[in-house]
Structures are given as C-alpha cells and as structure tokens.
C-alpha cells in the first residue's frame, strides 16, 4: 500500500498515521508524508521547525 511505503525516509523521530496516509517528523524538524491526498493530509512542503512536546 502506498500510505505504508516509507522504506526511503531517513531519521524519522516520529509517527502519525491515519487510515490511508502516513507522516513522520525528520530529527531536523521538517515533515515527511506519503498516502493518499485526497484531504490535503499530505501537503507538509512547507512544515518547518516542528518540534517533539517537551523539547
């Protein structure tokens, strides 16, 4: 499935998922997303200094 195809992402601190999308947060605060769109779920280009609660 695509939502789980995240064999390419590197230093992924965290996980999200939902039904048919997946999201991981980069130790360098940007987000990455892969799955289906059809919400905007995946739209996270412009995601930028996300951080872990209590960081």
């Known amino acids: 499935m695509v939502q ?5 992402w590197r230093d992924i601190v965290a996980v999200a ?3 048919a999308h997946t ?3 980069k130790s360098d605060g940007t987000v990455v997303a892969v799955g289906d769109n059809e ?9 930028r200094g996300i ?3 209590g960081k």
């Open 17 to 19: 998922a939902g039904c």
């Open 39 to 47: 919400y905007g779920q995946c739209d996270v280009s412009d995601w």
């Open 23 to 25: 999201i991981g947060l």
């Open 51 to 53: 951080q872990l609660p």
């Open 4 to 8: 789980c195809n995240v064999s390419g």
